[in-house]
Each structure stands twice: as structure tokens, then as C-alpha cells.
């Protein structure tokens, strides 16, 4: 399944060249898993400019434009997310305020530098974004060092490809993708227990407070929700995929090879291969839209648990990707025109439903770390009347 997706992804290269190479690193610059890493991309992207096909020039401001927007979003949810989160929940991480300062003062220091390693050792890009908007480096000091490192990174891969061609992706693939899928499942680990620690201590005795916030700020909470969701659900499908391509069973692995290698040829639709990587990138726009929408109009008037009101919300975008979105891109209602039975309407059910269920988890929790902290305001005493 991942050699199908690769393939249509470098398929997407080969051909859109330039446009594609910005595609996949504005995806996986923002945080969405690809089955192939952009350094592998990259790789391609240099074999073509030792073909003739592309220039050097080119590549490099395609992926320093796509890391810029990409990077930015990551340390703006850094900064307005995941730094309130720390200030607010840190604890249950072993994190105190003295400890936050402490490494804030640190990376403050040596900024410029521990940015320009993060972007050029495997493994560490998007934590360095994000961690550069906890830690408050100013953006004004983050923007040159992604850029340099950034431009050392790419021209580094690009010229592996320039020199030693293609061959190189297929003895990289392997590893390169165990390390993300590695690297997927700590994160969501760790994503999990932080939400369920949270969740059962803080949230119950400070969730009404948090719920009486004005609609700005429940709606930059529901962005950063869904941003948030969105990588969850991104990040549980990678795995569940490659777990369910080892499962012994021969029939349901058939339907979803078949049912990827069409969508990944972009069977049915006018943009081909391109289809994968346009739509991987309409999660993210999409994420952000269906949490607003929830955040504001369905949420208040859904009952019980936060997961189960997701869960129940998770029908709508289901509803619309069957019969809207589906149908609009030439796979007919429910994906039937795809010829691969039920299993594209299975996987968006899915889809939708890890969605929801992140979201409807997420959302209260960033709205209580967006809110000032409640104090109990006391009256003051009652001043003693003069004699008299």
C-alpha cells in the first residue's frame, strides 16, 4: 500500500514539478504524515534537475516558500496552543513554571542555533516549530534560522538526488518510514495520556467557567482544535493502515489496496494524481472550518460526554464527503463509482469519526488553557461605623 502511495506521489512530481515539490512540504511542513518523507521527495526533485527537467533555483524556493507558510502555522499553534497548555497542564508532564522559564531562557540564548539543527536533523522539524512558539523565540529570530537551515536541508537532499539518482529512495524508504511511523505512534502516545490525565483531574471542576468565554475566543479555540484534531486523525490513520496491511486477511486488504491504488491514481477525477496531495491539503482547511462549525453552532445544543457529542458531530462531515464531496471529484455517492465495494465509505466513516472524537476531546481543553485563570474574587469587609 505505502509503495502504491508513493508512487503516486512521485508520479505527481514527475509531472507538476515545482508545484508538487511545494504541495508535499507545505503538508508535511504543517504537520500532516505523507508515505513519502520530503527528504525522499527531494531525492526525485534533484534526479529530475540532473535530467534537464527542472532547475535547481526552482526547487529551493519551492520548498523555503512551502516550509515558510507551513513552519508559521506550526509556531503560531505553538505559541497561542500549546504554550497554554504547558503554563496550564504542565504538570502532569513534570513541568513546572520554573522549569518553562528555565528552558525558555535557554533556547533564548541559543535560538538562532538549535532552530538551524532542528531543520537539518531528521526527525526534529516540526518539533522545532513547534517548540519555538512554546518558547516564545521571537518570530523576527525563527524566520532566518528556519530559512538557513532550511536551505542547507534542501540542497543537501536535492544534490543526493542531483548525484546519485533514484535508486537512493528505494534503500532510504524503509527506514525512513519505520522512523515517522516510530515517531506517530509516541506522539499520539503521548497526545492520549496528556488528554486523559487532563481530562479526569482539571476539566471537570473548571469546564463551566471555561464555557462562559466570548465567541472570539471559542473560536480560536475551536482553530487551534481542529488543527490539532486534524494531525490526530491524520496521525491514527497512518497507523492504522500500516497495522492493518500486516493483518493476515486477505479480502478486506484486497479492497483497501484497490481502493487506494484508485485514489492515488486519481481514478475518476479531472487532476489524476494530483488528487492525493490536493486533498491531503484541504484536511488542514477543512479541519479548521468543521471546528468552528462545531465549536459555535453544534456544540451548544449536543448532550453528553464531549467524545460521544464528536462522535455525534462526526456524521455530518461523513454525510457531506459521501454525497457532496465524493460525487463532486466523479467517485459517486458513497465512492461506489470507484469500483472498490464499501471500503472508501468505511475508511471516511472512520475518518470523520476519529475527527470528531479528537475534536470533541480537544476542543474544551484548549478553550480552559485559553481562558484567564478563575480567582475567586472576596468581598471586601464591611467598614465599622463611627461611634456617635
Same mark, same amino acid.
Do not use: C
Given at each position: 500500500?505505502?509503495?502504491?502511495l508513493?508512487?503516486?506521489?512521485?508520479?505527481?512530481?514527475?509531472?507538476w514539478?515545482?508545484?508538487?515539490?511545494?504541495?508535499?512540504?507545505?503538508?508535511?511542513?504543517?504537520?500532516?504524515?505523507?508515505?513519502?518523507?520530503?527528504?525522499?521527495?527531494?531525492?526525485?526533485?534533484?534526479?529530475?534537475?540532473?535530467?534537464?527537467?527542472?532547475?535547481?533555483?526552482?526547487?529551493?524556493?519551492?520548498?523555503?516558500?512551502?516550509? %515558510?507558510?507551513?513552519?508559521?502555522?506550526?509556531?503560531?499553534?505553538?505559541?497561542?496552543?500549546?504554550?497554554?497548555?504547558?503554563?496550564?497542564?504542565?504538570?502532569?508532564?513534570?513541568?513546572?513554571?520554573?522549569?518553562? %522559564?528555565?528552558?525558555?531562557?535557554?533556547?533564548g540564548?541559543?535560538?538562532?542555533?538549535?532552530?538551524?539543527?532542528?531543520?537539518?536533523?531528521?526527525?526534529?522539524?516540526?518539533?522545532?516549530?513547534?517548540?519555538?512558539?512554546?518558547?516564545?523565540?521571537?518570530?523576527?529570530?525563527?524566520?532566518?534560522a528556519?530559512?538557513?537551515?532550511?536551505?542547507?536541508?534542501?540542497?543537501?537532499?536535492?544534490?543526493?538526488?542531483?548525484?546519485?539518482?533514484?535508486?537512493?529512495?528505494?534503500?532510504?524508504?524503509?527506514?525512513?518510514?519505520?522512523?515517522?511511523?516510530?515517531?506517530?505512534?509516541?506522539?499520539?502516545?503521548?497526545?492520549?495520556?496528556?488528554?486523559?490525565?487532563?481530562?479526569?483531574?482539571?476539566?471537570?471542576?473548571?469546564?463551566?467557567?471555561?464555557?462562559?468565554?466570548?465567541?472570539?475566543?471559542?473560536?480560536?479555540?475551536?482553530?487551534?482544535?481542529?488543527?490539532? $484534531?486534524?494531525?490526530?486523525?491524520?496521525?491514527?490513520?497512518?497507523?492504522?493502515?500500516?497495522?492493518?496491511?500486516?493483518?493476515?486477511?486477505g479480502?478486506?486488504?484486497?479492497?483497501?489496496?484497490?481502493?487506494?491504488? %484508485?485514489?492515488?491514481?486519481?481514478?475518476?477525477?479531472?487532476?489524476?494524481?494530483?488528487?492525493?496531495?490536493?486533498?491531503?491539503?484541504?484536511?488542514?482547511?477543512?479541519?479548521?472550518?468543521?471546528?468552528?462549525?462545531? $465549536?459555535?453552532?453544534?456544540?451548544?445544543?449536543?448532550?453528553?460526554?464531549?467524545?460521544?457529542?464528536?462522535?455525534?458531530?462526526?456524521?455530518?462531515?461523513?454525510?457531506?464527503?459521501?454525497?457532496?464531496?465524493?460525487p463532486?471529484?466523479?467517485?459517486?455517492?458513497?465512492? %461506489?463509482?470507484?469500483?472498490?465495494?464499501?471500503?472508501?465509505?468505511?475508511?471516511?466513516?472512520?475518518?470523520?469519526?476519529?475527527?470528531?472524537?479528537?475534536?470533541?476531546?480537544?476542543?474544551?481543553?484548549?478553550?480552559?488553557?485559553?481562558?484567564?485563570?478563575?480567582?475567586?474574587?472576596?468581598?471586601p469587609?464591611?467598614?465599622?461605623?463611627?461611634?456617635?
Amino acid at each position: 500500500m505505502w509503495e502504491i502511495l508513493s508512487g503516486a506521489l512521485l508520479w505527481f512530481i514527475q509531472e507538476w514539478g515545482g508545484v508538487a515539490i511545494f504541495l508535499v512540504f507545505l503538508l508535511e511542513e504543517s504537520g500532516v504524515p505523507l508515505p513519502l518523507p520530503g527528504d525522499l521527495a527531494l531525492i526525485w526533485a534533484g534526479y529530475r534537475v540532473a535530467s534537464g527537467q527542472s532547475l535547481f533555483v526552482v526547487v529551493l524556493l519551492a520548498v523555503e516558500l512551502a516550509t %515558510l507558510i507551513g513552519a508559521s502555522a506550526l509556531y503560531w499553534l505553538g505559541l497561542r496552543g500549546g504554550r497554554p497548555l504547558i503554563v496550564r497542564y504542565g504538570r502532569f508532564l513534570h513541568i513546572d513554571e520554573a522549569k518553562l %522559564l528555565g528552558a525558555e531562557h535557554w533556547v533564548g540564548r541559543n535560538a538562532l542555533m538549535a532552530i538551524f539543527l532542528g531543520r537539518i536533523v531528521p526527525g526534529f522539524r516540526i518539533v522545532t516549530s513547534v517548540a519555538s512558539g512554546v518558547f516564545r523565540v521571537p518570530y523576527r529570530t525563527f524566520l532566518p534560522a528556519l530559512a538557513a537551515g532550511t536551505l542547507v536541508n534542501a540542497a543537501f537532499w536535492t544534490g543526493v538526488g542531483f548525484y546519485f539518482g533514484p535508486g537512493v529512495i528505494a534503500m532510504l524508504h524503509g527506514p525512513e518510514l519505520t522512523a515517522h511511523l516510530v515517531v506517530s505512534v509516541v506522539l499520539l502516545a503521548l497526545v492520549s495520556v496528556l488528554t486523559w490525565r487532563v481530562r479526569r483531574s482539571v476539566l471537570p471542576g473548571q469546564r463551566e467557567a471555561a464555557f462562559h468565554a466570548g465567541r472570539g475566543r471559542k473560536i480560536e479555540a475551536a482553530v487551534l482544535a481542529g488543527l490539532l $484534531a486534524t494531525f490526530e486523525m491524520a496521525t491514527a490513520l497512518v497507523v492504522i493502515l500500516a497495522l492493518f496491511t500486516e493483518l493476515p486477511i486477505g479480502l478486506p486488504e484486497r479492497a483497501l489496496l484497490q481502493a487506494v491504488a %484508485l485514489i492515488a491514481a486519481g481514478h475518476g477525477t479531472s487532476l489524476g494524481p494530483a488528487f492525493g496531495p490536493l486533498d491531503g491539503l484541504l484536511f488542514l482547511l477543512v479541519g479548521i472550518l468543521w471546528a468552528i462549525t462545531y $465549536a459555535v453552532w453544534i456544540e451548544p445544543r449536543l448532550h453528553g460526554p464531549d467524545w460521544l457529542k464528536g462522535a455525534t458531530f462526526s456524521l455530518l462531515p461523513a454525510l457531506v464527503s459521501w454525497f457532496g464531496a465524493l460525487p463532486s471529484l466523479g467517485a459517486g455517492p458513497l465512492g %461506489l463509482w470507484l469500483e472498490a465495494g464499501p471500503a472508501l465509505a468505511a475508511g471516511e466513516l472512520v475518518r470523520s469519526f476519529l475527527y470528531g472524537v479528537a475534536l470533541g476531546l480537544a476542543y474544551p481543553m484548549l478553550l480552559l488553557a485559553r481562558s484567564p485563570p478563575v480567582i475567586a474574587r472576596l468581598e471586601p469587609p464591611p467598614r465599622p461605623r463611627a461611634a456617635g
